[in-house]
């Protein structure tokens, strides 16, 4: 068994080992492209069944995917796969992953210096009569990626900037822009993939946006919640979603971005 880099020809083998439904496939090609030295395997005699892939965007390093098949775990290959991920953050001041509740990922994720925050979900279908008439939000096209930057770098001190182009492919961009503050989010009729804003009343104004877009009837949801994130709590309740324990947030010398709404995949 042996760490290697990622091949483009890994994608397909490892795809089966993240479960992480329907885009796992092309965001790692997307990640492969922006970072080949984050994208990690594990190979034995050929196979693949282990695998690792982190972002670095300014100084942030960001874990996307991390994963061993079920029949190799707790035998150290996933230690030796997060090394190597963690390794290509080298020079990078701060790092953060979103994690679901698996111990072993926890066992790993504390040792190597990440803070475990729990997380919550908001999920359901929204209660289309609870939803307000939200001003000062609109659609958003790549002029307004410039605005996108900022507010991440006020907001997580790092920009998404190799990724919109992904990101926008697959999710629609919401911008508000006021006096007051700024923000942005990315919805898709499933919900709200990635949200940050300057202030609550602006995340706020975003959400409710990003929620009326969500298909009717439908289930949607909005993940990866702090207790730093109760403006996006309190706006879910007021839809009528239902809230639940999610998994973790874990953070390298950062605080927990608010409000923020991570992505699980690009953080
Ligand atoms: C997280 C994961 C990648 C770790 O891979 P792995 O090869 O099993 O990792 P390792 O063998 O290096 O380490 C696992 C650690 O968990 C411990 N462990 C095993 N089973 C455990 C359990 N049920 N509860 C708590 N700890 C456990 C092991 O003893 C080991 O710790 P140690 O090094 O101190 O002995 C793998 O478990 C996995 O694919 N999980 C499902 C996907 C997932 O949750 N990914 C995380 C991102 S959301």
Sequence with gaps: ???????????????????????WAERAGHLLTTDPGGCWVADDAGAVVGVAIALRRDLLWV??????????QDGGIGAALLDAAVGYGAGCLRGLLTSGPDPQALRLYRRAGFTLHPTMRLSGVVDRSALPTVDGVRGGTAADLDLV???????RGATHRSDHAFVMRHSALLVCDLLTGSG????????VQRLAATNRA????????????????????????????????????????????????ALRQLRPPAPYVPSSGFG
Excluded: K
């Design 63 to 72: 874990l996307s995917s991390f994963a061993v098949r079920p029949d190799h």
């Design 149 to 155: 930057d900022s507010v991440d770098r006020r907001v």
């Design 184 to 191: 942005y989010a990315f919805a898709t009729e499933r919900g």
């Design 1 to 23: 068994m042996r760490i290697r880099p990622m091949r483009p020809e890994d994608v397909e083998a490892a795809r089966p080992l993240a479960a992480a439904g329907d885009g």
């Design 202 to 249: 602006v995340a706020q104004r975003l959400l409710w946006a990003a929620l009326a877009r969500t298909a009717p009837g439908s289930s949607a949801d909005v993940r990866n919640l702090t207790s730093d994130q109760e403006w996006a709590i309190d706006v879910g309740l007021a839809a009528g979603l239902r809230l639940d324990q999610d998994g973790y947030l």
